[in-house]
């Protein structure tokens, strides 16, 4: 039995599964957390990977590894391959003045017809601008620019400070494409320099189910992918799938066979893992709002949901917009919660844990229609994240999308698509594995949750 390992570097831990290659059977697993806050030093995710590998028994009868990560992190090394200074994550905002200066100076029509996304602050060239204009010294210095899954793999195969071949630096097409300079035809190297104002070394981007090499052992190595892409891949999504993830933060993605380019900047045109396209649209505010509103009410997420199904569908009108973080889609990053809609006859614990969730979903049923706007299929919605097993959540979620939800069996698909990725490098081509679910609501549409939602965030949206 031949065994692949698949890892998560994600924005909170560090999760590695290791695999049966030929079902997808998880036989031995490893995690490890990862420092809070948006600003981080790589070197507590190398750490952090080396302790969940060796809790997930190591590397030496593992026949492939892969590594998914989170995107946009902004990793910037020397000419010695040191880190310059704290990786700026996905969830860092600062660089929201950066994204505006470069779409003044290029235009969203040109973004997203060069890149297929518009730059938002969450994006690699944007913080790049902002390392340009806010440390200048340290911008100067950069040899070259990787992400967290690019610098991790280059890491894992023995590069690093003392052994700094910046040219081995890899990474995949889905990854490249959140940086907001690459496009289909490879690295639009005039909108880089136009973000950290000089060339420096890029990693070369694998085709899917290519090698970037061997570890010491003889473990091949996959391209990796950005996290989103790797969930995709781990559950088996294909044409017609959305997958909404309620993590950290919210996403919405959907396989595409066709490139999209929404000139609005709501819909980012990413590539998936496998040769197609992950036309996404992201929140900041997913899963943290039921952490908030679970703990105002003093209930355990599981309670939140059975007093949330307590409630009618609308919440008896009150209405949360969920914008605790600011927001990313819609771009407002210095936007605030509300809670709307309060009388004395609404305000009652099932309705405000109902109008959390109706308000958490609501947010990311406005990004898949924005999906759809761009031509894209909906056959079904694969429901997924931690948020996801509850099942109040799934109940309200079948009223808000208009399509029939699917939650798949717990598990850390990220890791999975890595390892499923890993797989592939090892078979020299894709591979199917069984993807188990939980259960499956038939779409109970209801238009009065998110005709309230959007008449209240429309109004805050303008403050």
């Known amino acids: 039995m031949a065994l692949v390992m698949g890892v998560d570097s994600s924005t909170q831990s560090c999760k590695v599964v290791v695999v049966d290659a030929e079902t997808g059977r998880v036989v031995r697993e490893g995690r490890a957390l990862h ?36 995107q946009h992190g902004m990793v ?45 602050a969450s994006f690699t060239g944007t913080k790049l601008r902002w390392l340009r204009d806010a440390e200048p010294e340290n911008a100067a210095r950069v040899a070259a620019v990787a992400l967290p899954h690019d610098w991790l793999t280059w890491r894992l195969r023995g590069f690093g400070p ?28 005039d909108l880089f320099r136009r973000a950290l104002g000089h060339d420096a070394v890029l990693p070369r981007v694998l085709e899917p189910w290519e090698s970037a090499g061997t570890l010491p052992g003889g473990a091949l190595v996959g391209p990796g992918a950005g996290d989103n892409a790797g969930a995709a891949l781990g559950l088996g999504a294909g044409p017609g799938d959305v997958v909404v993830s309620l ?21 980012a045109g990413f590539a998936d893992a496998t040769g197609r396209f992950l036309p996404l649209v992201a929140t900041l505010n997913a899963a943290r709002v039921l952490d908030a509103i679970a703990g105002l009410l003093g ?46 006859a609404s305000t009652n614990r099932p309705n405000l844990a109902r109008a959390a969730i ?8 406005a990004g898949l229609e924005a999906i759809q706007a761009q031509g894209v299929e909906v056959r079904r919605i694969l429901l997924i994240g931690g948020a996801a097993a509850n099942a109040g ?3 309200i979620a079948a009223e808000v999308f208009d399509a029939d939800i699917v939650v798949p069996a717990a598990g850390e698909y990220v890791a999975l698509g890595a390892a499923r990725q890993a797989a592939g490098v090892l078979a ?27 008449a209240i965030a429309a109004l805050r949206a303008r403050e």
């Open 76 to 120: 910037v090394l020397d000419a010695d391959g040191a880190v310059i200074r704290d990786a700026l994550l996905w969830n860092d905002t600062r660089s929201a003045q950066a994204a505006r200066d470069l779409i003044d100076e290029v235009g969203a029509d040109a973004y997203a017809e060069r890149t297929g996304a518009v730059p938002v």
């Open 162 to 189: 003392g052994n700094a071949v910046l040219e081995e630096l890899v990474t995949d097409r889905s990854d490249a494409s959140g940086t907001a300079y690459w496009g289909a035809d490879g690295y639009d190297l």
């Open 299 to 344: 209930v355990t997420h599981e309670e939140l949901g059975t007093l949330a199904l307590q409630a009618e569908s609308g919440a008896g009108g009150v209405v949360v917009v969920p914008w605790f973080e600011g927001e990313r889609t819609p771009n407002l990053p210095n936007a605030k919660a509300s809670v709307n809609g309060l009388t004395l």
């Open 358 to 365: 109706e308000g958490m979903l609501s947010g990311l049923a």
């Open 247 to 267: 993590g950290t933060s919210g996403t919405v993605f959907a396989v595409a066979e066709a490139p999209t380019r929404d000139t609005t900047g709501a819909v």
């Open 35 to 70: 420092p809070a806050g948006t600003s981080v030093d790589p070197e507590a995710w190398w750490r952090a990977l080396q302790d969940a590998i060796a809790q997930a028994g190591g590397l030496n009868d593992v026949a492939a590894v892969s590594i998914a990560g989170q």
């Open 393 to 395: 959540v799934a109940r």
């Open 428 to 454: 020299g081509g894709p591979i199917d594995w069984t993807v188990a679910t939980t259960r499956a609501v038939e779409s109970n549409h209801r238009e009065l949750i998110r005709r309230n939602y959007e």
